[in-house]
């Protein structure tokens, strides 16, 4: 027992713990600093900007954005942006619940919590008589979608088309995340290094409390899909998973595949790519990406946006 105490300890001191170090007006944790959809949701959110929809907005593919756990809205801009550069499909982008506001916030907020907020958007879509409306998720934002579909969520809704999936969460990279219930005791806080740009858009400070949130959705969601997990009525599934992923590991995709089923019990379409970073698709805010990642992302979008106008 001891030799494993001080395994745990070992590990902690390269993880890191710390309290957490925030800026005002420079660290999304600070209440200087909040999410751009917070501030103007019709530039974000299509039921915003749609308040009253005709026929021909309702019948226009939209897609709901799931980001990840200490993401925000920042996540999918890139993909936001080119959808709009090509007028093909529009992109919904909700905030997690309890994320982009500040530590605190996040902090106190339960993974339910976080599945609300983009699941409200979703239904104020499918109330409004939108008939085209897909999905898309990265990282945490997966497993959220996975938990939605096996507990009835979107019964009496519109059912997705599509469901792109982008380096899903199921088992994380970083094993000493299994053991954040026993390490909260030593470690409130975990640190990681954010770029100047990451900083207003990422927690760069990871609570334990939320770490624990994490591993419970996880945890609960691998269960699920050991048991079988079905999609809506015909939505079909994509996924597209990072072969050296620092965060999720890329056993996360066979879980998934394994796991998770169309209605029609036909298996989904898993594309495993070759990238050493967490959300491939995303490079804003990195302090370094090459030629190779920017030709994989543009592939991507061009995939994901075939994909989401079927």
């Not at 792109?164 to 806080?189: E, F, H, Q, R, W």
């Amino acid at each position: 027992m001891m030799a494993w105490c001080a395994t745990i300890f070992v590990l902690l001191a390269f993880w890191g713990c710390a309290e957490p170090n925030i800026e005002a007006g420079v660290n999304l944790e600070s209440s200087t600093v909040t999410d751009s959809s917070l501030v103007n949701p019709v530039a974000y959110l299509v039921s915003a900007a749609d308040s009253v929809p005709n026929d021909s907005l309702r019948a226009i593919p939209v897609a709901v954005a799931f980001h990840g756990f200490s993401a925000s809205t920042f996540e999918w801009k890139e993909f936001r942006e080119y959808l709009d550069s090509l007028g093909s499909v529009r992109l919904s982008l909700p905030l997690l619940g309890g994320h982009g506001r500040d530590y605190e916030d996040f902090k106190k907020a339960t993974w339910r919590d976080w599945q609300d907020e983009p699941m409200a958007e979703y239904k104020k879509l499918s109330d409004r008589g939108y008939v085209n409306l897909s999905l898309v998720c990265s990282s945490t934002g997966c497993p959220l979608l996975l938990e939605a579909f096996e507990s009835g969520r979107f019964k009496n809704l519109v059912a997705p088309k599509q469901l792109v999936m982008v380096d899903p969460i199921v088992s994380p990279s970083s094993k000493l995340l299994t053991i954040i219930d026993i390490a909260g005791s030593v470690m409130s806080n975990v640190e990681t290094e954010c770029s100047e740009v990451e900083k207003a858009n990422w927690y760069c400070n990871r609570p334990q409390e939320a770490l624990n949130q994490l591993m419970d959705l996880l945890t609960l969601v691998r269960g699920m899909l050991e048991n079988g997990v079905v999609a809506p009525l015909g939505t079909q599934v994509t996924l597209y998973k990072s072969i050296q992923d620092p965060s999720a590991d890329p056993v996360s995709a066979l879980m998934i595949y394994k796991g998770l089923r169309e209605s029609t019990k036909t298996k989904i379409v898993v594309h495993m790519v070759e990238s050493k970073l967490h959300v491939f698709t995303r490079l804003a805010g990195r302090e370094s990406w090459t030629a190779i990642d920017e030709a994989l992302q543009l592939k991507t979008f061009a995939e994901m946006d075939s994909i989401l106008r079927q």
